[in-house]
């Protein structure tokens, strides 16, 4: 069988790893978060491009250092203070903030079951989920979450995300998630190109002020040198949404469904990798309305994203 799926108890929480044995390529999930955690491409050397922890345990004590490979669920990015109404009621999210304001959802640490795991001739996969039962009084609507991983051929590795609800009404929601990649030592040293010009403009908390300004820096591609992003852009229609970074030697393509419109792009101080963040809502999308939804009980919303890694040298 070309592709396995295997699952290491030994730690604090469960590490799967999904492997293609004819290529050496993997993939390191923890169900701790459904945290990517590894995505590794053998060429003449073996290279990990997911900026990522040593153990589940050193992710359970730094994951809100960086948020890496965090899911951002029920909203995405910052909420204004953690506040915003529905329907005629004002809420407020007690979480996790980074003053002022609410950020990265509820659910980024929630501890996964693991729902099956499978292994053919042509992928292997592994399906988390995870049910949020009102914990936190400003989001009193409970939802199941579900992720599959799945690596296939030629380097390719997506996630599928989907949420449903029994709620009697329907819920406000975003999903996005919070990965960090590296093809090179250096940001520095890599090029991306994504197809768009929509730059949301935040003021100086990092929220949307509801205007959109050109930026074609990208469209046909930049390097990164020197450029310092935390930014959000609305993408191009449906297929054309891909995003691409590459160094001299390594080429990653990210090809989100129409589901996740908007990219967030977040270049850490230290450069070593940068935040590629497809979401389905702009930040703070529970008060300026920009992508926010409305899930209907018992009808799943499902968003999807691919990640391709091929070799340039």
């Known amino acids: 069988m070309a592709f396995t799926a295997s699952i290491n108890n030994e730690n604090v929480f469960p590490i799967i790893t999904l492997s293609d044995t004819s290529t050496g390529t993997n993939a390191e999930i923890f169900s701790f978060g459904s945290l990517l955690n590894k995505f590794i491409i053998n060429g003449s050397a073996e290279f990990d491009v997911v900026g990522g922890f040593d153990s589940p345990q050193d992710a359970l004590e730094n994951l809100k250092k960086g948020f890496r490979s965090a899911f951002l ?12 109404s529905f329907d005629g009621t004002a809420y407020q999210v007690e979480k996790h903030f980074m003053p002022p304001h609410a950020i990265h959802g509820i659910v980024f640490d929630a501890v996964y079951v693991i729902e099956e795991t499978q292994s053919t001739d042509t992928f292997a996969s592994v399906t988390f989920t995870h049910t949020y039962n009102k914990e936190d009084v400003g989001y009193p609507f409970s939802y199941t979450i579900k992720h599959v991983w ?45 197809s768009t010009e929509k730059h949301v403009v935040f003021d100086e908390t990092l929220l949307p002020t509801g205007a959109i300004t050109q930026d074609n820096r990208f469209i046909n591609g930049s390097s990164l040198k020197g450029i310092f992003l935390d930014n959000c852009f609305h993408l191009a229609e449906e297929g054309q949404q891909t995003c691409v970074l590459k160094s001299d030697t390594l080429q990653l393509t990210i090809s989100p469904s129409a589901a996740y419109p908007y990219l967030q792009v977040y270049t850490p101080p230290h450069r070593k990798s940068i935040a590629l963040e497809n979401l389905s809502g702009a930040p703070d999308c529970f008060n300026n309305g920009l992508g926010l939804l409305l899930l209907n009980p018992n009808e799943p919303k499902t968003f999807a994203t691919t990640y391709s890694l091929t070799l340039l040298n």
């Open 150 to 194: 799945k690596l296939e051929a030629e380097n390719k590795l997506s996630v599928t995300t989907t949420v449903q609800h029994d709620n009697s009404h329907a819920i406000p929601y975003a999903q996005g998630w919070h990965p960090y990649f590296k093809v090179g030592d250096s940001v520095d040293d890599c090029f991306i190109q994504f």
């Open 73 to 84: 669920s029920p909203f995405t990015c910052r909420m204004n203070e953690g506040k915003y």
